[in-house]
């Protein structure tokens, strides 16, 4: 199975902040990584595709880069309803794999 | 629009099976794979498997092969996922979600279901 990671862990930062957070495969998945969103007690919520493809109706602030093993979700400036934990998921091959999730936590 | 509507929470005994379900509306169903993803408790979200739902074929992660099965009634637009021998650690939230493009990014989820092991 192709093993997804991701640091940091968890992050607090203020509203306006530019938050990175990192993904990496075991081996290249070329570009068939997508990002989640989820917050407690709801559904998880697609932001990026194929590494950096915005999902429809998701707000510009967030970004994808990456390819092949390592990738990036980029929020700009951190807004109070960013407050969630963050997945990446492949699906270059079955299982589908998720990373362990980053937590960011608004200051 | 698209919706995905999960049938309710369940408690079980170690041992039983369980049977969820996932009505899909608002799009062509057998147009979309539609995906399996489980969240325990303080947990992550791990993937269980996906259906075809126009031919019925199932692939499911190997941690999951042999004891749970995905299947659709086409007539009624709904997927299931059943789990048998439910262990106490298979207690979580059960989420349906569709897969769409060669990528199979998980666009529209349904609300989940909370499957309770418990005896």
């Known amino acids: 199975d192709i093993q997804m990671t991701q640091s940091p862990s968890s992050l607090s930062a203020s509203i306006g902040d530019r938050l990175t957070i990192t993904c990496r495969a075991t081996?290249?998945?070329?570009?068939?990584l997508n990002w989640y969103q989820h917050k407690p007690g709801k559904a998880p919520k697609l932001l990026i595709y194929?590494?950096?493809s915005l999902q429809s109706g998701v707000p510009s602030r967030f970004s994808g880069s990456g390819s092949g093993t390592d990738f990036t979700l980029t929020i700009s400036s951190l807004q109070p309803e960013d407050l969630a934990t963050y997945y990446c998921q492949q699906t270059y091959r079955t299982p589908f794999t998720f990373g362990p999730g980053t937590r960011v936590d608004i200051k | 629009q698209v919706q995905l509507v999960q049938s309710g929470a369940e408690v079980k005994k170690p041992g039983a099976s369980v049977k969820v379900s996932c009505k899909a509306s608002g799009y062509t169903f057998t147009g979309y794979y539609i995906h399996w993803v489980r969240q325990a408790p303080g947990q992550g979200l791990e993937w269980l498997g996906w259906i075809n739902p126009n031919t019925d074929g199932a692939t499911y992660a190997q941690k999951f092969q042999g004891w749970v099965s995905m299947t659709r009634d086409t007539s009624i637009t709904t997927v299931y996922m059943e789990m048998s021998r439910l262990k106490f650690d298979d207690t979580a939230v059960y989420f349906c979600?569709?897969?769409?493009?060669?990528?199979?990014?998980?666009?529209?989820w349904g609300q989940g279901t909370l499957v309770t092991v418990s005896s």
């Open positions: 979600a569709r897969g769409v493009g060669s990528g199979s990014r998980l666009d529209f």
């Open positions: 081996q290249s998945i070329t570009s068939y």
């Open positions: 194929a590494a950096s």
